[in-house]
């Protein structure tokens, strides 16, 4: 959703900043980009978002799992 706000709403109707390619997206180094570098950026950019947040996550049920498990030993 962001990518299409990004390309199809705020770079048309916005002419600064500017870059060597393009003009309108909101990170100066994107208007620098061909369209190909751009969807370059947006895959890597989702790819990390997931891997670090199936990171987080696992790091959240394991701490949330040991410390039930130090719950169940005080209560013992």
């Given at each position: 959703v962001y990518v299409v706000w990004i390309e199809a709403a705020v770079e048309p109707l916005n002419s600064s900043p500017v870059g060597s390619v393009t003009s309108?997206?909101?990170?100066?180094?994107?208007?620098s980009?061909?369209?190909?570098?751009?969807?370059?950026f947006y895959i890597a950019n989702t790819a990390v978002a997931v891997?670090?947040?199936i990171v987080f996550t696992a790091l959240a049920s394991a701490i949330r799992y040991f410390l039930g498990q130090a719950e169940k030993q005080q209560e013992a």
């Open positions: 309108g997206l909101p990170y100066r180094f994107l208007n980009l061909e369209w190909s570098g751009r969807v370059d891997v670090l947040t």
